[in-house]
């Protein structure tokens, strides 16, 4: 390229070779041939300096030189200031000469170059765009074809060892300076970044061998490198590989000083303030001006490894050094080392140079516009530097010269290019770089020490240390902002190392590492990197670029075929490497092998190569000039550029002086400096240079190891150091938290019980001579009693409070007596023979040592040896036969006796003959005796009635006051085995009072009465036994012989081959299948009463008694299989609608756990924390999503108006509504469940995450942005971001629910109303539905949260990952699926980042989430069409409660996290945890936070629902609706993003808006007031309230309502059944006061017969009607009601509503409805006696058969109520009512039987229905009698028994 005559003048004027003012004249003298001749007064110029302009300029100016528009012999005037500084400018920009006038350059409006490559090619858009793949001239070679790295047999760190280590020091022989050096490497930075790693975290490590010194030190087994990043859309099949990605654009577009994007500009362009920097200027530094760039204070997202040299600082402090250390540049590598750094100036300067000249001359232009004016100007100058002058003295050869552009071609970087050939720098990279002064100031090197920068260090060092430089390049400058021009000048003094195979320590075994390896082996990794990339052997890249193959590996062939200089000791190793096979060669050693006085033929070809298709693919190329970018002048001007002219405009270096003109070439005779600086350029070198002319250069002497400062050794660090105590302590707090729950629970029901203690005591009053106690019933059983010692009747008497008689302790027989106390007698135990333990314990010492006293006195009166016995509180409570163990040795003394009595005679006789000889033996069991109370208790009868005495006396047959097992067997004997006379014998002997043999009428009425109990009072009793007499001839004055006897029951004795006597024992395994309504014997007067009305209703539960032998059969085995097969149909049938739903439930619920669990296992197998945690992953999860599905689910349950409303349609017919409690329950089950799954799953994950370097940590959680610098620990994932905290919350909060259970049970303040569970235990409370608000605007948040991930940016560095979010991001979420191989199983999930970190562990953990989502909660509100839903379980409890172990869903999610957050921090020391063990530096992350607040949160729930529910009630009612912080806490637990996006609405949204609308619906109605008209005061406790009756309030017999009375509380709402019927006016309330509330509501609503004139009751809120399962009666044909005793209400609407419907002749499908009402006795609820007597008079079509069954009698034909039975059916003999009842309704004596009940009503009924309805409300084991019977009598044929029961 010719020079002008303007041009030799510019370059001489900004050289001042040539005065400014001379006005030199230039003129080619042809006589001499070559030399110019410069006229003016200057004098000529020489030829010796021509001479010199052509080795500096490459050609000397053609003939003629043109001439200069302004170019005048006479002197030009003297410039001004601007004219000064932009005397470059004004020629480069302006086109004007120094000394002309001129004028601003034309405005043109052009296109500006983009900043990420796109559209540069309009053909091609995305043809060298940034995230682009890289080009693949040569075929891949992976393993396997598609993605695999290629295997070879050369270990990379032998092959570095061996062929590339040597002494360094040598110097360049082609002239090159480590200006060249270093400017060559930015250029490598301007157009290719390939080293980002791969995302998710796929790592290619380097075996270590023993004998290699990081073996030693770091004393690892493996070198660390992670895969690059590649396009997720390649690496499917061998015709799509993998392709790696160039992050940045392949242009000489400015990327390196503009960022390749325009948001990245902009952030260079802005000061820490957030101004812009004015006039289109790159923002300056605060501190050291306008020359250097801005400090990163907005966190660009700049490469930030950590500096080496500062390891064991980083390891101390935790976290590494920050990133707005740096300088803001366009180069995320830019401050990677301070020569590199250098050029980053330079650039930025020059930049601001240029806009500063625009706008001198553009006064009118836009900051923007003067902006995009520079970055052209720029952009061109860059690019001329880097081609014409760069490339040619790097290369020492020129590209051909530019035709046009070409848009055939790509610009794109190659691979071989990338993984090989660039590399070629590496072995010129010197060891140090000098810091020099200028010539003035005598040029003097100065030394720079990084590790001990005091000056400590022992050895004299030079220059700067490249190994120890690494990311420490600000330091430099810092100290002194002169060391940039210091630099400069060293870089242009200083040689790079020689061109040949050596590579100096600072890259081959000192480069920067990450912080578990801070030095590794560069060039071990080009190796490796190639391998990664798949590129072919040696000879294959050879042979593609047209180079000659080698045969074999031989020395002289190799040095014949390639031209190296290379030692034949080098090639001899590369021989013995590679086996001598040169196809297995790697291309970076064989290629670096050639290398001459520059890269070898391969890499010469594949370098030239690359910048010419870089150039001439660039459609904003400056030469090209059809882009209109520049005039054809400012074309041949920019070709003119050097990049001393650069430097010249930005520092005050004088050319020649301080620095030579041409800084990419050593300094010889023609590219000088100053004397000075040459006196220091000590060290000559021949040298060929670029022009291949030789010459001697000169350089400053070599930095080498033994002139410059030690590397630091390799270190490594765990990533769990530091976590170990914030992991322990984690851990055991929620565990200790959880315990702590229960703890507290139980301490506050301790002190409750003491408070209790101390106002019992003081309660109640004693009479003198008694003592008041609490007796110690079992281990947890207490009770107050009152101990009255009775001296006349030998015993010691234990009354209640209420002088209920508890216990008596016989003292008639015994001598002996032992008290074993206390020292201060506050507890004592009063041990006498054959009688449990009185264990009794005392307000203070004053009542025990009062006790002590009057029993010491009482002792001796009697004649009793009293022992004492003091012992130890502890000792105390051991070594006590409570009522428990004797009970149970009573049992074995019944067992024993009645299995041997009712056996087979044969084994009678046995036990008869073994009995008879052992009631001399010494043996415990058979010498053990009864007292008539223990008798008394096994029967079930007062001590002192008539009956029990006279069967005492009878079995009492010594008369010693203790039954012997003998004497017990005798009469049970009889019993067993006795003929009819016998029995009757015996009877007569035990009513025969006075022993005369004759029984007298009072003495049977005595009898009667003993055994009738609280029924004594019955005035009717008399007259019923003297008409009994009668009937058999006997007057009530006469007495009654045995005959006589014998024919009141019936003489043919048939009652008494039934009669027996019943015992607990019995009663628990009695397997009798006698009916409670057995056939009445013919000939009794029973018989003849019998009427056919009574007889019918008799029969409704009549069965046969079933005889001893059951025949067997030979099949008998298929008959057993037959019914066990029949059993199961039947029950399934029963309830097909509950298993079809609850199976679907659990379906969907494991599907939806297996989804995340396979796409975490397979489709994410190799991603990150997959590969991490392993299996955690997919467990964790799992479950998750399951927790998820759960969760969200209950909400559903608890919708208690929509589940009413559809209760009443058809959908009841399919969906079992019934069940929803039940389901409720059955959810949060699950959802506990999976919880428990997450939490243990996170344990182990958290664990696991812990282990990890930061940098995997930011690829696996993406969208997680965090500080560079942070070291993240486990307390850092648990406790500083959301998600963890959220996390522990949630499982703190499960503990309320599980102690809600325990908290029931102590303190439940409502009624026993059979809603009173559902209520209070899922009630929503005023402050839930204000939450709810809350919950909806934190789903709002959520979603918003979610779509501002950006705003983390304000708050944090963006990682390189992230910024190039749109591009990127996008893309790999598209991963390749191929077969499953050791690396990479390229499915859908398999590979990202979480899922490689944690495995299976992140699959699970993220299907808990989704069950819990969905768990239901249950409503029972009433629905008011009947005909529209019949397809969900709306009523079904069991599903709520299959939810419930929603938390153990989560208790798996975060233990899951646990262990997948271990595999983040492995390595940290204790400096962290020794005071901030939980440093909250604020909520960096939304999912650790939440999720640790989830975990608290979680724990204290299920703590609060299992436990503190039974103590205290209140803490579970306020615990257990805080339910909606639980929601809130698992939205904001998933939004932050950390392992997926969130997606826990698409379960909530929807149950959660069913949900606030179900209680809007609530919300509009229980506020209004209702007024009480009247308030009865009924037995037992019972108050009626008669309530206004709403205006269209409309409900079903059997529902419920939630009230809250005015006089109590508003906000307190409890449940009770509606006793009123549909039709009538006002609604009725009976409620039975138990608890506290219930308690106080009787106390504040008077009787209404107490009420004075005026006086009005508390109005009451009403919340209601809802559902229950009652309210389907009307759907059976049969109909079985079983109540239990307040279980009634329901029952009361219900009949009501039938004998209303019955009595106005509407249509009823029921056709028979038989009511079960077992009671202890019926004067409780008399009350309802008068509604049932209402219900028979109503009933003319005798529908409706009502069954009264009185518990505290035994059986019809039990020895004691036998009397009973005959006197209950003489009464209906004579009035047709019952006795006790007075009702129509049959009255039975003990509990019923109802398998033998529902035997007699299937077979009576079975043909009126397929289906018979069994509704039960009582207490759970009512319900369960009734199940188990239901069960039983459906495994026969014939029609199903469904049941629905609900508990009080």
Known sequence: MGLTKEDILRRLVRSRSVREDSGAVWKRDDGDGGEYVGEGEGGAVSAVEVTAMELVFGQACPRPCPGHVGASSSPPPALG????????????????????????????HVEYEGYDGWYNNLAKPSQGAVDTPLLRLLPPAYEDGVYQPVSRKANPLEVSEKLMRGQNGRMSKGGRTAFLLFFGQQVVEEILDAQGPGCPPEYFNIDIKSDHDFARSPKLKVMPLLRTRYDMTTGFSPNNPRQQLNEITPYLDGGLVYGTSKGWADALRTFANGSLAPDGLLAWHDQLGEGFP????????????????NHSSYVTQQETAKVDRFFKLGNPRGNENPFLLTFGVVWFRWHNHVARYLRSVHRGWSGERIFNEARKWVIATYQAVVFYDWLPRYMHTSLPKYQAYRPTVDPQVSHIFQSAAMRFGHTLVTSGVYLRDKNGQGCT??????????????????????????????????????????????????STEEEDNIIVDDLRGRVFGPLEFSRRDLMAINIQRGRDHGLPDYNTARRHFGLATLDSLDVKEYKQKTGTHVEDQVLTSLRSLYDDDPSSVDIWPGGLLETRNGPGQLFAKVILDQFERIRDADRFWFENSKSDLFTQEERDRLGQVRIIDVILSITDLEPSVDIQEDPFTAVHQANGVGDTCAEQLSVPRSCTLHNNVTTTCKYLPQISDSNAEECTKPETYDYFSGSEVSYILVLFFLLGLCFATVVVVKVMAVMKVKRHTKKAFSSFKIQEGSHKAKERVTLRESRYVVVRLEQESRRIEVTGTGQERLRIIDLSNVQEMKVRHLQDFTQMVICVSNHYDLFLSFQDGWHAKRLHKELTEFCQNLGINLTLSPESKTSLQFGIVTVKQREKQLADFSRVVLSNAFGSSKQADVAANLIAMGSHNKNYFLSMELTQVELANQLGMLPDSVFVKQLFRLMDQDSNGFITLKEFWDVMVVFARGKPEEKARLIFNIYDISRTGQLSAPDLVGMVRSTLGSESKNQDLNHIVQTMLHSVGVSADQPINFEQFQKIFNTRSDVFNHVQIDVLEMSRKSNSRFSLYDEIPTGGFAAEAARKEYDEARQEVLTQEESDEVPKDKLWLCVELSESFRSIVNNIKNKQQTLFWGTLYTIVMLLIFAERAYYYTIEREHAGLRRIAGLGV???????????????????????????????TMLHRIFPFDNMVDF???????????????????????????????????CI?????????????????????????????????????????????????????????????HGFLGLAAQTTKKMIFALCLHQRWCQMTKWNHQVTELTPQLYLEGSKHTKREVLPGRKRKIFFRMNVREHAGLRRFAGRGVTALRSCITMCSLTPRPSPHVPKCQQIFCIFPFDNRYFHRYSEPGPVLGAGHIIGHCINFYHNPRRQPWAWLCLPIFPLRGLQTITAPTGV?????????????????????????????????????????GSGRLVQPPFFHFFFLGPCLLFVLDKLVSFSRNKIQIDVKSVTHLPSNVTLLEIRRPPNFSFQSGQWVRIASLGISSKEYHPFTLSSAPHEENLTLHIRAVGPWTHKLRKIYKDKATMQKGEKFPQIYMDGPFGEGHQNWWDYEVVIFVAGGIGVTPFASIL??????????????????????TTRSQKQFEWMTDILRAVEAADRRNIIRTHVFITQFKSKFDLRTIMLYLAERHFQKISGTSLFTGLRAITHFSRPDFTAVFASIKKKYGSMSSVIGVFTCGSPNLSRAVEQSCQAINQEEGPLFRHYYENF
């Open 1261 to 1321: 959680f993406r969208d997680f942005f965090r500080g560079t610098h942070v070291l993240p620990k486990f307390h850092y994932w648990c406790l500083q971001t959301i998600t963890g905290l959220t996390g522990v919350l949630l499982t703190i909060h499960t503990p309320l629910y599980v102690l809600r259970f325990f908290a029931r049970r102590h303190f439940s303040g409502s009624s026993g109303s059979p809603q009173h569970r559902i209520l209070l235990g």
């Open 445 to 494: 090197p100065l030394p720079f020490e990084l590790t001990a920068p005091d000056g400590s260090s022992q050895r004299r060092v030079v220059g700067v240390r490249t190994c120890n430089s690494f990311w420490r390049s600000p330091e430099l400058f810092t100290r002194d902002p002169a060391n940039f021009e210091r630099f400069l000048m060293g870089l242009s003094s200083q």
């Open 1224 to 1258: 409720h329950r059955y959810i949060g089950a699950w959802a506990l469940f999976w919880t428990l799954v997450h939490i243990i799953g996170h344990c182990i994950n958290f664990y696991h995450i812990s282990t990890q370097t930061a940098m995997d940590l930011a």
């Open 1178 to 1208: 997919t467990v964790t999860r799992g479950a998750a999503s399951a927790m998820m599905f759960t969760y969200s689910t209950l909400l559903v349950t608890m919708c208690r108006n929509v589940l009413s409303f559809l209760r009443s």
């Open 1493 to 1533: 607040l989830l975990t608290i949160h979680t724990a204290v729930i299920y703590a609060f629902a299992y436990f503190a529910r039974r103590h205290f009630f209140w803490l579970f009612w306020l615990t257990h609706n805080t339910y909606p912080v639980f929601y809130v806490l698992m939205v904001f637990h």
């Open 81 to 108: 200031g601007r004219q000064q500084q932009f005397k470059f400018l004004d020629w480069l920009i302006g086109g004007c000469v120094v000394g002309a006038s001129c004028g601003a350059p034309a405005d043109r």
């Open 294 to 309: 801005a400090e990163n204070a907005q966190r660009l997202p700049l490469a930030n490894p950590p500096p080496p040299t």
């Open 1696 to 1717: 009501k509503d039938i004998a209303y419907k019955l009595e106005h002749s509407k249509y009823l499908k029921t056709k028979k409805v038989i009511f079960l009402w």
